[in-house]
């Protein structure tokens, strides 16, 4: 009966050695991964911090941005009158008016210059 004991107390150590072994290679992996990931956070948050600028910076960018944005506001404006005044609808009517304005201007001159 004492080898029977004897057997299990030895397979029991045995398979707790074992497990014990498989515990501490996960536990190492687990802790390979949390520390890749840390690395990853402190490298993450060091490059924000870089990336932060003062608030005379951002003014300085905020209004560099906003001068670009009126050159291309003033620029698609004129670009848009130039060709609205280019267009043919425009260059009748305005020929139309000048035409009706010479009409009025003429009857103008009649009704002053009638005589009496």
């Keep these: 009966m004492a080898p029977f004991i004897l057997d299990g107390i030895l397979e029991g150590f045995s398979l707790q050695y074992t497990t014990g072994r498989q515990q501490h290679r996960k536990n190492t992996k687990m802790k390979l991964y949390l520390a890749v990931a840390t690395l990853l956070l402190v490298l993450i948050a060091h490059s924000e911090a870089q990336e932060e600028s003062t608030i005379e910076q951002q003014f300085a960018n905020f209004q560099a941005k906003f001068k670009e944005f009126g050159d ?45």
């Excluded at 130039?82 to 103008?108: C, D, G, H, M, P």
């Design 72 to 116: 291309d506001v003033t620029e698609k404006t004129k670009n848009a009158l130039k060709q609205i005044e280019e267009s043919e609808i425009v260059s009748k009517t305005k020929n139309w008016l000048t035409e009706q304005l010479e009409k009025v201007r003429q009857k103008f001159d009649e009704v002053i210059n009638k005589p009496e």
